[in-house]
């Protein structure tokens, strides 16, 4: 049994449905967003009904507005009259069908197409005593009774207006590659011969809570001890709107007690999972994004085309291996150093297995959830 989206305006003159509220971002093209307004003529007095789907990045809590300051910058909009038609004669989508016969005559349908170059709905985690809406990208479709059809700022009375909010989303690609490889050789003062350092991890693409082995290689033909080994995952958040501001969150980190003793060598896999569980206090971190009280995970790798300027917020990872090298000799700690490779990480969500095909969504349409 699928859902149906529903939500009314607070007159009843006009409900806004929808077969769903995540839409999949495939990095070439994005899912179409579908939908249908059931319109009440009799209350309108002969005004006009739009409909808009917006992504904006919210910057700021709805309760910081105390000077009409907006905390919220749309990145892309796009808006259509329903009521009356335009005229236009598009031919309805499956899932539009399955929704008109739940709205009636009065049903309205809707299409947009988001270009591919928008951000996926992610949210930044707030601190354990902040309050409010929390920060980040997110997807909402509004409809609306215009007094002003031609004026698209128009302050819209909370009463004419129904919305629901919608999420963007990536899945991993279906093909896995072989993961990446980095390799790092580092003199030491007092040391004729070098540490020789190479990581890599089995596989290109992890999903959320999938454990990462990180196999470690290590020469070291100094006269010098690896005292121990520390793997990190780490989360590096470009936030791109007026400018561009990465930064960067420890999200899992380990220690290892291993020793590698003057001209020896050590190759040993060790694994770590970075967990959502694991960081609930640290302010900052980005989360993919959710609808009410859904649960969620750490934010999914972006993917993009390579090619385009994305705005919004942009995730990566990276997994560092860090040699901590002990000084030793005469000089103390001026000898001694760390040896640090990184390597990019994929962390992603699968594709959700047997998932079902539009028209037989749209075929099973029978339950109402409002929200």
Known sequence: MAKIFKKTSGNGHIALYLGKRDFVDHVDSVEVVDGVVKVDPSGLDGRKVFVYLACAFRYGSDDLDVIGLSFRRDIWVNRMQVYPPTGDSAVKTPMQESLMKKAGEQGCPF?????????????????PNDSGKACGVDFEIKAYIANEPDNADEVIEKKDTCRLMIKKIQFAPATNKPGPTAEISKQFMMSDKPVHLEAAIEKGIYYHGDPITVKVKINNETNKTVKKIKVAVEQLTNVVLYSSDTYTKEVCSQEFGETVNANSTLEKSFQITPLLNNNKEKRGIAVD?????????????????GDREMQGIIVSYKVKVNLMVSSGGLLGGLTGSDVTVELPLTLMSPKPAGEWSVVSECMNLTKIFCY
């Open 111 to 127: 299409t947009f197409q988001m270009p591919a170059d928008l951000p996926c709905s992610v949210a930044l985690q707030p601190g």
């Open 289 to 305: 994004g959710r609808l009410k009280d859904e649960d969620t995970h750490l934010a999914s790798t972006t993917l993009s085309q």
